[in-house]
T-cell receptor, first 116, second 111 residues
Framework: GAGVSQSPRYKVAKRGQDVALRCDPISGHVSLFWYQQALGQGPEFLTYFQNEAQLDKSGLPSDRFFAERPEGSVSTLKIQRTQQEDSAVYLC??????????????FGAGTRLSVL | SQELEQSPQSLIVQEGKNLTINCTSSKTLYGLYWYKQKYGEGLIFLMMLQKGGEEKSHEKITAKLDEKKQQSSLHITASQPSHAGIYLCGAANFGNEKLTFGTGTRLTIIP
């Protein structure tokens, strides 16, 4: 596709359920990012991949959060035993990466997660 | 850690008027990105500034980075309804692609 695609767009989960959020980056983009955006706030960094390698996961709020990108393309963010404080919009972004020190990140429309 | 402060938090402007949004960093900026977000949508890239004193324009939007590389401004000339949305500044860190974002400025354009 032409842009970053995220699915589902909306997810309602009962507290304690596991959820999986998918991100399809722009074809050929090396770098992939996950951000969490709470209502009325700017996005906050969660984790970053370069190809299949997870280079930075310092923003993951707890060990209930897990991300993978096994083939260096599609990525999945998994949240186990969801809590109400996990309710937020989860944004995925990709960038060309490679040798460029600064790369423009292109964002998907996000997945809005509501935990009841 | 780097912090970005945006001002104002919200802005209501009459159509046709000019406006300015500011973004101030607690540290020297290595790269500064401006994005626009509409409700329920992702972030749309507007402009990126890297050099002190740099200024870029696209259509009616101009972004500047000050000489000390700690403050950026986004100026919209002759605002239109299509300019409404949330404007976010994001800072890049040296050697690390992850972005740190400000809390955003919500812009409303009234007829």
């Amino acid at each position: 596709g032409a842009g970053v695609s995220q699915s589902p767009r909306y997810k309602v989960a009962k507290r304690g359920q596991d959820v999986a959020l998918r991100c399809d980056p722009i074809s050929g983009h090396v770098s992939l990012f996950w951000y969490q955006q709470a209502l009325g706030q700017g996005p906050e960094f969660l984790t970053y991949f370069q190809n299949e390698a997870q280079l930075d996961k310092s923003g993951l709020p707890s060990d209930r959060f897990f991300a993978e990108r096994p083939e260096g393309s599609v990525s999945t963010l998994k949240i186990q035993r969801t809590q109400q404080e996990d309710s937020a919009v989860y944004l995925c972004a990709s960038s060309p990466g490679g040798t460029h020190l600064i790369n423009i990140q292109y964002f998907g429309a996000g997945t809005r997660l509501s935990v009841l | 850690s780097q912090e970005l402060e945006q001002s104002p938090q919200s802005l209501i402007v009459q159509e046709g008027k000019n406006l300015t949004i500011n973004c101030t960093s607690s540290k020297t900026l290595y790269g500064l990105y401006w994005y626009k977000q509409k409700y329920g949508e992702g972030l749309i890239f507007l402009m990126m500034l890297q050099k002190g004193g740099e200024e870029k324009s696209h259509e009616k939007i101009t972004a500047k980075l000050d000489e000390k590389k700690q403050q950026s401004s986004l100026h919209i000339t002759a605002s239109q309804p299509s300019h409404a949305g949330i404007y976010l500044c994001g800072a890049a860190n040296f050697g690390n692609e992850k972005l740190t974002f400000g809390t955003g400025t919500r812009l409303t354009i009234i007829p």
